[in-house]
């Protein structure tokens, strides 16, 4: 019998990681501090070693809500430094909070530069909790990253038995266990019992096939979202502005356009050289390229929510401000 498949286990916290005051302690776990790292989770959840042989990365622990772009170089250089180390390694799990998961895991999506299977995973229950997710949802992130159909398909955030894209995944409940769900599009396949399997695969280019190679960045460029309201006015845009961002992304109205002062705020923005992107508050759905988005000079954000479009517009000024460009890669990645 062949040997099991090697999974690296890079611990950055999370509810997954975390240990509440008792079995029902579902929503203050945080205050007891208490984070598991990769090495002591894997520890308790035994049952990892019948899928693969587990090698524990240490990092640092740390609330999903304190995550900053910094923290997502150092995760992306860590990656690296791994999988250079670790020649052998069958694919990597990254336990991680809910609250910014999506976030993460679309950001590695865009930049790493690996070509073995990276799965993020966390829970909506803490691991001390009676009926919470985290062995699951651990066990079966290990079980999708040793899967020889993972590979090629990008960063891969597996949660509630369901395989899902980075690029296309959204948490759209704050304590549903079926929370990570890609809204319009569908998962990529499952974690079930019996065996994991992938009906479809990204489209859109990703890891090794983009441009943005960030292992020896010290910063990115700052992006700031503003979001569209009724009533809203150039209040929030300005301030943006003056506060320095070379970028905004705006989610509008459904399908995509603010009120009349924030468009006329934007456009000012333009013209002080600021990259606009336009996106949309709904769940789901395009913001094409019509006329006057163009005639705006803005981008359109595709189907990109604005928190993803963020990422995506902070990359692409790493490399040009053109704006057909900068559109060319919401159409893109």
């Known amino acids: 019998m062949g040997s099991k498949p090697k999974i690296g286990l890079l611990g950055l916290g999370g509810t997954i990681s975390s240990i509440g005051k008792g079995p029902l302690d579902l929503a203050n776990y945080g205050d007891t501090r208490v984070i598991m790292g990769a090495d002591e ?19 640092r622990a ?23 180390a670790t020649p052998d390694l069958t694919g990597l799990v990254l336990t991680h909070g809910t609250a910014s998961l999506e976030e993460t895991a ?13 799965v993020l995973v966390g829970s909506q229950r803490p691991f001390s909790a009676i009926s919470s997710d985290a062995q699951l949802n651990l066990i079966n992130a290990v079980r999708v990253a040793a899967s020889p159909e993972a590979r090629k398909k990008g960063v891969l955030v597996v949660m509630n038995d369901e395989i899902q894209a980075a690029r296309e995944v959204s948490k759209t409940d704050t304590y549903r266990l079926q929370s990570f769900q890609s809204p319009g599009l569908g998962a990529l396949g499952y974690a079930d019992a019996d065996r994991v399997s992938f009906y479809r695969s990204p489209t ?9 190679d960030v292992r020896q960045s010290e910063a990115l ?19 943006s502005v003056a506060a320095g961002a070379e ?7 459904a399908p995509g356009f603010g009120s009349p002062k924030e468009v006329e705020a934007l456009k000012r923005a333009v013209q002080r050289g600021v990259v606009v992107v336009q996106a949309a ?4 759905g395009r913001v ?42 919401f159409l893109t990645f």
């Open 288 to 329: 094409d390229p019509r006329d006057r988005i163009r005639e705006a000079n803005f981008v359109a954000a595709d189907n990109l929510p604005a928190h993803k479009a963020r990422i995506l517009l902070s990359l692409a000024l790493t490399q040009t401000r053109a704006r057909d460009a900068i559109q060319e890669m």
């Open 204 to 212: 859109r280019r990703f890891m090794t096939d983009t441009p943005f």
């Open 247 to 253: 970028g905004i992304v705006a989610a509008g109205f």
């Open 281 to 284: 508050r709904a769940h789901s």
């Open 41 to 59: 989770i894997s520890q308790r959840v035994p049952d990892l070693t019948d899928f693969a042989d587990i090698v524990s990365i240490p990092f």
């Open 62 to 84: 740390m609330p999903a809500i304190d995550i900053t772009p910094d923290d997502w170089l150092a995760i992306n250089r860590k990656i690296h430094e791994v999988v250079e």
């Open 221 to 239: 460029p700052r992006v700031d979202v503003v979001t569209s309201y009724v009533g809203a006015d150039a209040t929030l845009i300005d301030a």
């Open 106 to 118: 679309y950001f590695l999506n865009l930049t790493l530069r690996v070509d073995l299977p990276v």
